[in-house]
């Protein structure tokens, strides 16, 4: 069974840093592009970022480039998004997915079809 499975989340202050897991069960991750989004309260989900299967290619929507960082481990079958310099307005609850189509954009306009949990993360003094 196809399973995605999120971890890392938590409070943490602003400039602070937290790194999200997304672990599979199931499937091999490589195989997939996985990506993650965010939804905060009131607001809509929001495409953060995605990796193509075997690390192809990236993409991070604007307001984290420069700030999140992410990137895939194979032997652990875990895709992880390192985020710095955290901002109140990063607070949201994050999702992992996993897509078989490449990642070449905002992945919000992409086909996922396997979906984790959510981990929320609050950056908050």
């Known amino acids: 069974q196809f399973q995605l499975a999120e971890s890392g989340g938590g409070l943490v202050q602003p400039g602070g840093s937290l790194r999200l897991s997304c672990a599979a069960s199931?499937?091999?991750?490589?195989?997939?592009?996985i990506g993650w989004f965010r939804r905060a309260p009131g607001k809509e989900q929001e495409g953060v970022s995605c990796?193509?299967?075997?690390?192809?290619?990236?993409y991070y929507v604007h307001s984290v480039k420069g700030r999140f960082t992410i990137s895939g481990d194979n032997a652990k079958n875990t895709v992880y998004l390192q985020m710095n310099s955290l901002k109140p307005e990063d607070t949201a609850v994050y999702y992992c997915?996993?897509?078989?189509?490449?990642?070449?954009?905002?992945?919000?306009?992409?086909?996922?079809?396997?979906w984790g949990q959510g981990t929320q993360v609050t950056v908050s003094s």
């Open positions: 997915a996993a897509s078989l189509y490449p990642c070449v954009g905002d992945p919000r306009y992409a086909r996922y079809d396997y």
């Open positions: 199931g499937f091999t991750l490589d195989a997939y592009t």
């Open positions: 990796i193509s299967s075997r690390g192809g290619s990236t």
